[in-house]
């Protein structure tokens, strides 16, 4: 069981303000001092210092806070683990993505789901930023994401390494004869919403091109994939999307892969959980399942 004292610390590392972590916890301040100096006292380090009159963590407490996160993550996973001893039956919580959560996680689950059929499944949809504060406070077990992460602070596997492509309606009339990237700069550009690791990575891009999105004039951002697609199967514009998103709209002719001389995206798909984790085996064989290995 974690000790006490250490969700006190975590406390504190949210507001970084004794008060505040107070109120939260309810418990009074002297209290939270009580629990941060014990743990100090315990490891023999600093965890906090002042700067002026800011609150800030010292190089141990922000090693101390990776571990803690970790633990209460651990914790709550072996909660999860009791409860299915006890009879409640096996239940995956996790996040991905939008491009994963709708394209890759089905055929993935559907896989799990043959290994276990009376699992509980449950896939939280956000962007990786959101999703990496739901694993550091322990409401997802491990995450599928395609934008970056701190490697420092999880560990991880390679899911897939998935191409991008450039899209348009099979009859779509372009501004100018296209051979390259630039040649787009004419054309309506869809793009996803700004967070988006699809954006994210797409932009990336552009800058080692010396380009920015903003040089396409004519933007559209739309946070719904299917309704982007439906957009540019009717011809209003082109866009750029991982070809796993547009994989059946391509086979089927709905759209047509604009052929480019300059244009090699590819980026990876990434299963993480926290570093150093107690239980990186299970993650590991969960991955094999998910992955179908």
């Known amino acids: 069981m974690l000790d006490f004292r250490v969700d006190t610390f975590l406390a504190v590392c949210r507001y970084m303000n004794f008060t505040k972590a107070a109120s939260e916890l309810h418990i009074t301040q002297p209290a939270v001092s009580h629990h941060i100096r014990y743990l100090e006292d315990r490891y023999g380090v600093r965890l906090f210092e002042y700067s002026g009159k800011k609150l800030n963590l010292t190089e141990a407490g922000r090693v101390f806070l990776s571990a803690a996160i970790t633990m209460k993550d651990d914790e709550l996973h072996l909660k999860k683990i009791?409860?299915?001893?006890?009879?409640?039956?096996?239940?995956?919580?996790?996040?991905?993505?939008?491009?994963?959560?709708?394209?890759?996680?089905?055929?993935?689950?559907?896989?799990?789901?043959?290994?276990?059929?009376?699992?509980?499944?449950?896939?939280?949809?956000?962007?990786?930023?959101?999703?990496?504060?739901?694993?550091?406070?322990?409401?997802?077990?491990?995450?599928?994401?395609?934008?970056f992460f701190q490697k420092k602070e999880y560990d991880y596997l390679v899911f897939a390494s998935e191409p991008f492509a450039a899209v348009c309606a099979p009859d779509y009339q372009f501004q100018r004869e296209i051979r390259r990237l630039e040649d787009l700069l004419w054309e309506r550009l869809f793009i996803r919403e700004p967070g988006s690791g699809t954006r994210y990575v797409f932009e990336r891009y552009l800058e080692?091109?010396?380009?920015?999105?903003?040089?396409?004039?004519?933007?559209?951002?739309?946070?719904?994939?299917?309704?982007?697609?439906?957009?540019?199967?009717?011809?209003?514009?082109?866009?750029?999307?991982?070809?796993?998103?547009?994989?059946?709209?391509?086979?089927?002719?709905?759209?047509?892969?604009?052929?480019?001389?300059?244009?090699?995206?590819?980026?990876?798909?990434?299963?993480?959980?926290?570093?150093?984790?107690?239980?990186?085996?299970?993650?590991?064989?969960?991955?094999?399942?998910?992955?179908?290995?």
């Open 82 to 147: 009791m409860e299915q001893q006890s009879g409640k039956g096996r239940r995956l919580v996790f996040g991905a993505t939008m491009t994963i959560g709708e394209y890759v996680m089905p055929e993935a689950l559907m896989r799990f789901l043959h290994v276990y059929p009376k699992a509980a499944v449950q896939m939280v949809v956000a962007d990786t930023r959101e999703l990496l504060a739901k694993l550091n406070d322990g409401e997802i077990e491990f995450a599928l994401v395609e934008g």
């Open 208 to 293: 080692g091109k010396n380009l920015l999105l903003h040089d396409f004039p004519n933007l559209m951002e739309i946070s719904n994939i299917g309704a982007m697609k439906q957009m540019v199967a009717k011809g209003k514009g082109i866009t750029f999307l991982y070809e796993a998103a547009v994989k059946e709209e391509l086979n089927n002719g709905i759209l047509k892969k604009i052929e480019l001389e300059d244009f090699q995206l590819t980026h990876d798909f990434t299963f993480i959980w926290r570093k150093g984790s107690i239980y990186q085996t299970y993650y590991k064989e969960l991955f094999d399942i998910l992955h179908g290995e």
